[in-house]
């Protein structure tokens, strides 16, 4: 993989024509990580049962989202998943964005940021495999700027009682690019209909 220091930035800035240059050094940055996200969705569109996603998830799901999990380098999530949701033994370093200062622990960054720019702050500080696990409040913005690469969805064949998952934006700027079934969990993978420049 070519190392870009920004040495060679600035060297390409003294030559001139550097619009151009900075412009594909941009996208060729961009390409060198993916950012994915990953939510189950109950048979009624809700995402929590009692507060939690754990009751809707079945063993299927929690196959495919180990798997995710083990090709990432950092979680971004919001205060209420941290503490709804079990991450007392993640691996992963934890990005999380909230107000509250209360939620440091080892591997446990707090941040006073938008979900939007708290996933500009992991890129900035180097991370490739970014998953996102954050609720529906976390992800909104995030899919309205078409900032996920990868969203990985599940069907989960369960109703959940709370926060529904509006999918208008989704289904506007993003497409389905596969889905498959086991037992009756259903699987599916969206990404931008178009990137962002």
């Avoid at 507060?51 to 809707?56: H, M, P, Q, Y």
């Avoid at 700027?145 to 969203?151: A, N, P």
Wanted: positive net charge.
């Amino acid at each position: 993989m070519v190392q870009v220091s920004q040495s060679m930035i600035m060297a390409r800035t003294i030559e001139g024509s550097t619009d151009i240059r900075l412009k594909y050094l941009k996208r060729y940055l961009l390409a060198m990580r993916r950012v994915r996200a990953n939510l189950v969705v109950g048979s009624n569109g809700m995402t929590t049962y009692e507060g939690s996603s754990k009751s809707l998830s079945s063993s299927e799901d929690r196959a495919r989202f180990h798997e995710i999990r083990s090709t990432s380098e950092v979680i971004l999530i919001g205060g209420s998943t941290f503490r709804n949701e079990p991450y007392s033994k993640c691996p992963l370093p934890l990005y999380i964005s909230s107000r509250s200062s209360n939620l440091k622990r080892e591997k446990v960054h707090s941040f006073n940021l938008s979900p939007s720019k708290l996933l500009a702050k992991a890129i900035s500080e180097g991370y490739k495999e970014i998953l996102i696990e954050g609720g529906v409040q976390f992800l909104n913005g995030l899919i309205d700027e078409v900032l996920i690469d990868e969203f990985h969805i599940t069907r989960s064949a369960i109703a959940g009682d709370g926060n529904k998952f509006d999918e208008t934006s989704l289904g506007a700027k993003y497409k389905l690019l596969s889905q498959s079934t086991s037992n009756r969990t259903k699987f599916e993978v969206w990404v931008p209909i178009k990137r962002p420049r």
